[in-house]
């Protein structure tokens, strides 16, 4: 018998364990209940989108694309950057695809980060957050968002503050509260950005699904931001693409290549046959951006609706693809322990909220619920989640 092998995983990562979305994909899987869980889509995308993804499939566009991104692509999202929010951009050098979202905020964490330097965040955050700054050997400095408003405490986020502080990494709209930060709060971030020469990163991957009339504002309009924020978005959400992972990261030139540097050597390159698709989606009419949004606030109304009725106490989303639910009134207050009770229990799955929170107390009753399923999936989970009321 060799030696003992030493435990292989290296303690950066370790403590990160398996992402809770595998995790409670799995027990929906091996329970067959229903994955109101992991955030996407059970319907595809546009056909046209597809159609032009198989296009290229067949049309020869299955090799390694440019490190940066194909040009039709760059210049769709500038072009979508300027439609939106009125911001210009050069697709030679201020548009970067990356693989998915998630890839960018890898690479930018990677590339811009010291050991040792802080990067201010707002819990509960994203899961990839924190293992990507562990993985650049840099600090989170989460800033707790309490509901109902989710509101930023500006005593908290002048707090999180430091002379080591590099960067703010803003998720708005926010997974997994659907909160969309007010013109007030980005504002605040933006004048700690300025007056501490701290950079922004931004992650705006539901930029298209906000709700109730409200308008996305990206964080580098705000003035004195251009210069130093790098905004990530991603395809998969607002087109229902999940699984193709095209994302890309935009801003000044100096930010976007120091993010490539670090993606040269991750991905080297994105999905080739789905860059020219996602080109074609990004200029689809307004008409598609509107009935996606008013076809997923119907769905967020529906599934707020159900867990009401379920006796849950709602905090209504503005954006996103999730409703937050408390289950006090229940007389519950351990989400985790809730969450892998349900699927027996009511035949649903969800997740509790508690794990994207450093301050686990702040997170502790609270579940969360993706709505962006087909009407008669909600419908019958929550005719399912009607039996925790008795
Ligand atoms: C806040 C947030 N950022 C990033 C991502 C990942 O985006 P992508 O699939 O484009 O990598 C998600 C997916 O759920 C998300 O919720």
């Known amino acids: 018998m060799g030696a003992p092998v030493r435990a292989p995983l290296t303690s950066r990562l370790a403590g990160f364990g398996t992402t809770i979305f595998a995790e409670m994909s799995a027990l929906a899987a091996s329970t067959g209940a229903i994955n109101l869980g992991q955030g996407f889509p059970d319907t595809d995308g546009p056909e046209e989108v597809i159609e032009a993804a198989v296009e290229a499939m067949r049309g020869g566009c299955n090799q390694y694309p440019p490190g940066s991104g194909i040009p039709a692509l760059r210049a769709a999202i500038a072009a979508h950057q300027r439609r939106f929010y009125g911001i210009e951009l050069d697709a030679d050098g201020e548009v970067l ?3 998915g979202a998630t890839e960018a905020i890898a690479a930018a964490l990677l590339a811009l980060c010291e050991p040792g330097d802080e990067v201010v965040t707002f819990e509960p955050y994203y899961d ?129 290549s120091a993010v490539q540097a670090a993606k ?54 503005a954006g996103t693809y999730f409703v937050t639910a408390d ?26 909220t508690v794990v994207f929170y450093d301050d686990k107390s702040a997170g502790r009753p609270l579940v969360r619920f993706a709505f962006c399923k087909r009407d008669e999936v909600i419908d019958e989970a929550a005719a399912r989640l009607a039996r925790l009321s008795g």
């Open 97 to 99: 695809v990356t693989t």
């Open 264 to 317: 040269q050597f991750l991905t080297f390159v994105s999905g080739a046959p789905f860059q020219p698709a996602i080109a074609h989606a990004l200029g689809l009419p307004d008409a598609y951006f509107e009935s996606f949004r008013a076809g997923l606030q119907a769905k967020r109304d529906r599934l707020c609706a159900g867990l009401e009725a379920a006796g849950l106490e709602v905090l209504p989303p």
């Open 128 to 256: 990839s957050y924190a293992a990507c700054i562990a993985l650049a050997d840099a600090r989170r400095r989460p800033v707790t968002l309490r509901p109902p408003e989710y509101a930023i405490d500006p005593d908290a986020l002048a707090a999180a503050f430091s002379p080591r502080t590099r960067l703010v990494l803003l998720n708005s709209p926010h997974n997994p509260t659907g909160k969309v930060f007010t013109g007030d709060e980005l504002e605040l971030v933006a004048a700690h950005c300025r007056e501490r020469d701290v950079l922004a990163v931004t992650d705006e991957v539901y930029e298209h699904l906000v709700f109730d009339g409200r308008e996305h504002v990206p964080l580098s309009t705000l003035p004195g931001m251009a210069d130093r924020t790098l905004t990530i978005s991603s395809s998969g959400k607002t087109f229902s693409l999940t699984g193709w992972k095209i994302g890309w990261a935009t801003g000044p030139r100096a930010l976007v």
């Open 327 to 352: 289950i006090r009134p229940l007389g519950e207050d351990d989400g985790h322990a809730f969450c892998l009770a349900l699927p027996e229990r009511a035949g649903v799955v969800a997740v509790p």
